[in-house]
RNA sequence: GGGCCAUUAGCUCAAUUGGCAGAGCAACGGACUCUUAAUCCGCAGGUUGAAGGUUCGAUUCCUUCAUGGCCCA
């Protein structure tokens, strides 16, 4: 029983304290890691330690222990691998090997002595001191078959990290690729940027908010769905190219591609087009997929995915076409959309804009079918308040969305400029939203008034961080790629 | 929101038609001087997610609830 095991392992700390040890004791120095160890000194042979002794003093977490009689193996975990340290009795202070007694499987340790080859060949630290410097009271899940309940995983996110490596992989290169990013991003003369999480007025998004209030001013605030206006308040005050890296909240429902809250990068650049951004984002993930990966293709859930420039281009209309089956001549037609998208099972067609319907249309047919990386181009102008319109089609606006491996992972447009249009956007936004559209944007008088100073040209794009890892590295969930998602309260 | 599935020892999983709730690992006691999931001997560990119902008898059948997963909307 579990509160069996925890009493015993108590009582071990209990005996520790008795010898005078302390079983949480911080006065333990480290000077070499398992994985520079194993770097340098894998493949030698022990008579090259017996020539010459090199001394080390290693500390991690035992995850095994193997023992002998007079010989005991310990596999040791730190940050960087794993060493074992390996201890004959004969060559240990005879209260290093009583210390054994106390010793379990999931303790930190810290133990000092001359590397050594064992008779398999291993690399190990010939321990001539040891000491437990944290007692550890529960128990490791079982060493094979590892920890494997979902629920446990994502509620207790260390123990899963304990024993899992493949999940501290994840996230290491979780941080690889915020890492790269921002060196891309530096590189070419991008500011980074904080920008307000609390807002009295939320948009750049379409998305339901968290509400909040602040006490002391005694005001309704919103989590941010986006950092989308802030950031172009900073083109307008001369900031030319700004990104910022951060958490986003939308208050909407969980799935394996949805966190309320979630990192997004969201980057602007003045003088630019959606176009120059396609090629920027070309060169972003190609060379990020190379980066990690040393190849720019990779294999995601069954598919192999190329990153290679340039990607597929695809217009809204035309993926209705290809995908949904609307003749051309049809892709503006109400009565021809709405079949099709009764023929999808979109709900609530009839009640939709033209616009919201060709989107409704064009998801339901085409957006599990773009797996490689695709520039979908040219939307319709009720779904993008904040794009600029196309020049010779005022119908539609310069906006890509990127899909890849049937996910949609960046949005991207060239910034409107027009305060006045910008304006019109709004009214045509709260319409929606008395029409009932609870994803609608409120009016923004600030941004509009923002814009009135003049606003550079612009183009702005928006990556789910998130998303990308999840693409990166394979995983199924966004919740395998989000240290602590949210979960109900245990029971 | 709807459908399906799961929940049994610390972990990973069994349990025949409704008939004494089991194994491996971990723990505990012991053997063993080179292991890599060490091996061997011994021993112990359970409110079968919760509540209720049917039954002589429920891990098993029924109802409700909780948590999680998958699919659909």
Known sequence: ??????????????????????????????????????????????????????????????????????????????????????????????????????????????????????????????????????????????????????????????????????VRETFRKRAEIVRYIRRFLDDRDYLEVETPMLQPIYGGASARPFKTHHNALDMQLYLRIAPELNLKRLVVGGLHRVYEINRCFRNEGVSTRHNPEFTMLEFYEAFATYEDLMRLTEELLSGLCEHLHGTAEIEVEGHQISFAAPFRRLSIYDGIVEYAGVPREQVTDRAALLEAAERLGVKKADTLPLGYLQMEVFEAAAEEALIQPTFVTDFPLEVSPLSRKKDGDPTLVDRFELYIAGRELANAFSELNDPDDQRRRFEAQVAQRAAGNEEAHPMDEDYVRALEYGMPPAAGQGIGIDRLTMLMTDSASIRDVIFFPLMRPEA
């Open 1 to 166: 029983m579990e509160d069996t095991i925890i009493a015993q392992r108590r009582a071990k700390a209990e005996a520790m304290r008795e010898k005078g040890l302390h079983p949480y004791a911080n006065d333990f120095r480290v000077t070499h890691m398992a994985g520079a160890l194993h770097a340098e000194h894998d493949g030698a042979t022990e008579a090259d330690f017996e020539e010459r002794r090199i001394d080390v003093a290693i500390a991690g977490r035992v995850m095994a222990v193997r023992s002998f009689g007079r010989v005991v193996f310990l596999a040791v975990d730190d940050r960087s691998g794993r060493i074992q340290v390996t201890l004959f009795k004969k060559q240990v202070p005879a209260e290093v090997w009583e210390l054994l007694k106390l010793l379990d499987v999931g303790d930190l340790i810290g133990a000092e002595g001359p590397l050594m080859v064992t008779r398999k060949g291993e690399l190990s630290v010939k321990a001539e001191q040891l000491r437990i410097i944290t007692k550890s009271l529960r128990p490791l899940p079982e060493k094979w078959a590892g920890l494997t309940d979902v629920s446990t995983r994502y509620r207790q996110r260390y123990v899963d990290l304990i024993v899992n490596a493949d």
